[in-house]
């Protein structure tokens, strides 16, 4: 089973900058696209940003030109690198991927990390 661990959320000011990561622990062949989501509290799951295998992406409109997503295709890790953060922010960001395993492929989600902007 794939788990997709999640790392670099926290608390941070308003303004100011956080750098998530996503890598799969698992035996993997290979990782299609890659997207971050990202739910409030009392609210949706909303997508926030995807990018596809050979790079191209794509934003939620309140998040372009602040937040940047990448991936590390020989490190099989996904970033989001967030800046200029805003209170509207806050919420519990969960990694997505379409991997591909002997199995075959199949979505999988991370548990999630919390990032709190304060203002």
Do not use: H
Not at 40 to 68: D, M
Not at 93 to 106: L, S, V
Request: aromatic share 8%; net charge positive; hydrophobic share 35%.
């Amino acid at each position: 089973q794939v788990q997709l661990m999640e790392s670099g959320g926290g608390l941070v000011q308003a303004g100011g900058s956080l750098r998530l990561s996503c890598t799969p622990y698992a035996s993997i062949l290979s990782i299609n696209a890659m997207g971050w989501y990202r739910q409030a509290p009392g609210k949706q799951r909303e997508l926030v940003a995807v990018i596809t295998a050979g790079g191209g992406t794509n934003y939620r409109e309140s998040v372009k030109g602040r937040f940047a997503i990448s991936r590390d295709n020989a490190k099989n890790t996904m970033y989001l690198q967030m800046n200029s953060l805003k209170p509207e922010d806050t919420a519990v960001y969960f990694c997505n991927a379409q991997i591909a395993t002997i199995e075959g492929t199949q979505n999988f989600w991370g548990q999630g990390t919390q990032v709190v902007v304060s203002s």
